[in-house]
């Protein structure tokens, strides 16, 4: 086993192929500290991609790129290519809240809109885009809350405050929210860090049931969700890209000293 200096690149993007998203050269920056280098990542339609790595190794940063979160951030800036569907959605062209209901986002921490009804917090997209049909909004609603596989707990408390929930309906209800505008990607930042197994084991089982209408990628500290859960898991440290591949290859015969060195639990 070797250890590499380079982020390993990843295959051109050939016309009709399966790849949703691809990050080419990605850089980026706080001010003159580049945190991420020369990120080149494929994921694939339909799977659940996991980002591993110890805390501070920019795995949380390069996921906030994919949606454009560093916008926000006084002094970021992100170089290189962030392909969807083959569009750069850094581009002069592209509309950031357009993009963003394309990307999908769920954080660690649970974040309904806490003056909002459970069912106002899911339909608060469709509404901010123009949706006013009722009977719409109530289908969207109820197919967002069922493909988060909380329908059956919530329908009879569809008009109470979302703050009522547990943690763990609450995190399911900021996926339901996320699903109503139909995004191509859901990034995931760490979101079960927050629940108790029984709730963790619930979101891990939707994932497994949602890359059937998205792609996900997840940003996750256990070693053991990501085995599950995830199609391909990416090593990142200190804001390189070490490894990439399939999860069982990643896991059971990695490349490279330093992948192997974390997964086993050496450090991190």
């Known amino acids: 086993m070797t250890q590499s200096t380079a982020t390993p690149a990843q295959p051109a993007i050939m016309p009709g192929s399966n790849i949703l998203l691809s990050a080419q050269n990605v850089n980026i920056f706080y001010g003159d500290n580049r945190a991420v280098k020369d990120v080149n990542l494929n994921f694939a339609r ?4 996991a980002l591993i790595g110890p805390s501070g190794c920019g ?34 062209n592209v509309d950031p809240v357009n993009m963003r209901r394309r990307v999908g986002m769920v954080f660690q921490k649970p974040n309904p809109f806490p003056t909002m009804s459970v069912y106002d917090n899911v339909v608060s997209g469709l509404k901010l885009a123009g949706m006013r049909d009722k009977n719409q909004l109530m289908q969207i609603c ?3 809350l069922r493909g988060a596989a909380l329908w059956e707990e919530v329908k009879d408390r569809l008009h109470t405050p ?11 209800l900021c ?6 505008v139909e995004p191509e990607i859901l990034l995931m930042d760490e979101p079960t860090s927050a629940l108790d197994p029984a709730s963790t084991a619930k979101i891990e089982d939707l ?10 990628v997840i940003v996750t500290h256990n070693m053991h969700q990501a085995a599950r859960v995830s199609d391909t898991t990416s090593f990142f440290l200190v804001g390189d890209m070490v490894e990439h591949g ?7 015969a990695p490349r490279d000293e330093r992948t192997e060195a974390y997964v086993t639990g050496r450090f991190g």
């Not at 979302?162 to 943690?167: C, P, Y």
């Not at 996926?175 to 109503?180: C, D, G, M």
């Not at 994932?207 to 996900?216: A, E, R």
């Not at 399939?246 to 059971?252: A, L, R, V, Y």
């Open 46 to 49: 339909g799977t659940v991609n």
């Open 59 to 92: 795995k949380t940063t390069f996921l906030r790129a994919i949606n454009r979160m560093h916008d926000l951030t006084p002094g970021a800036r992100v170089t290189g290519q962030i392909l969807l569907d083959g569009e750069d959605i850094y581009s002069a």
């Open 142 to 144: 109820e197919r967002s």
């Open 162 to 172: 979302a703050t009522g929930l547990s943690g763990g309906q609450q995190q399911r």
């Open 175 to 180: 996926i339901a929210r996320a699903l109503a």
């Open 207 to 216: 994932m497994t049931d949602l890359k059937k209408v998205t792609t996900i």
């Open 246 to 252: 399939p999860t069982e290859q990643i896991f059971q």
